[in-house]
């Protein structure tokens, strides 16, 4: 799967690597911020047929590839020191190993 290929080479770069940043090296974004951090990476100017043309679809196939743990994640949570309130941050860390066979067999 395609995605999953994008996620791996990305994390690669071994930095702090958000859901955002999945999306838009799929989408190939040009914001500068993005071309400047993922530019060198071989698959962000790569050309393939996407299918999911819209963000929010990407999204939503990440998220399931989490769930399905064939994506890594590692969720922190912070406490604010003055007040109850936590915060959250989810940072995809890596593919499961055995991510590429079970999604072969699944498709």
Same mark, same amino acid.
């Given at each position: 799967? &395609?995605?999953? !290929? @994008?996620?791996?080479?990305?994390?690669?770069?071994?930095?702090?690597?958000? !859901?955002?940043?999945?999306? $838009?090296?799929?989408?190939?974004?040009?914001?500068?911020?993005?071309?400047? @951090? %993922?530019?060198? /990476?071989?698959? =962000?100017? +790569?050309? %393939? &047929? !996407?299918? /999911?043309?819209?963000?929010?679809?990407? %999204?939503?196939? &990440?998220?399931?590839?989490? &769930?399905?743990?064939?994506?890594?994640?590692?969720?922190?949570?912070?406490?604010?020191?003055?007040?109850?309130?936590?915060? =959250?941050?989810?940072?995809?860390?890596?593919?499961?190993? +055995?991510?590429?066979?079970?999604? $072969?067999? +699944?498709?």
């Amino acid at each position: 799967m &395609l995605i999953k !290929r @994008k996620v791996e080479i990305i994390i690669s770069k071994r930095q702090q690597i958000i !859901r955002n940043n999945v999306i $838009n090296v799929f989408h190939q974004s040009q914001a500068k911020d993005v071309k400047n @951090k %993922f530019k060198e /990476l071989p698959v =962000y100017p +790569e050309k %393939f &047929l !996407r299918k /999911l043309k819209i963000k929010e679809n990407a %999204f939503l196939l &990440l998220d399931d590839l989490v &769930l399905r743990d064939l994506v890594k994640k590692n969720i922190i949570l912070t406490r604010s020191p003055t007040t109850q309130i936590f915060t =959250y941050s989810v940072f995809i860390i890596g593919i499961a190993d +055995e991510a590429i066979t079970k999604t $072969n067999t +699944e498709d």
